[in-house]
């Protein structure tokens, strides 16, 4: 049986970090808060194994690889639902077209690009969370930059001042 006071303790001490992790992968506040009670809840049955270490690491694997499965199940057309937008009216625009920018890389990146540099993960970190390589990381770091460089919400127009 999981010890509930050290699970509980973490959730109360990490969510807030996990929420944002799973924002920033999802774009959507629902699909955010979704994902990290999916996870938890993953967590929670493999708690007696992971507690003694950093449960933190394994919590996050979990959150990006159930964040894989169902972008793959929307992509593939088996998860239909009817979104409202988001209003944005309270975020700067430069805030919202990084966010936009961030939305139309492949998973993949998206997810590197996340742990790296909204994380503040190692690479070797972003790789063990991943399941790749570091050179892999790196790879997957250079092309999403080169595509967020060419990102027409992203070009800075020299005569309009942002």
Known sequence: MPDAETFDA???????????TAYLLTQDH?????LVQTALAKAWFAWSRIEGGDPEPYVRKIMVNTYASWWRRRW????????????????APDRVDLW???QRLPRRQRAVVVLRYYEDLTEAETAR?????????????????AKLRLDPALLVDQETPR
């Open 100 to 102: 936009d920018a961030l």
């Open 76 to 91: 593939n057309g088996e998860r239909p639902t009817e979104e409202l937008p988001e209003s944005a009216e309270d975020e």
């Open 10 to 20: 973490f959730v109360q001490a990490r969510s807030r970090k996990l929420l944002r």
């Open 129 to 145: 969370l991943l399941g790749c390589t570091v050179g892999t990381v790196k790879s997957q770091t250079s092309k999403a930059f």
């Open 30 to 34: 629902a699909l955010a808060e979704d």
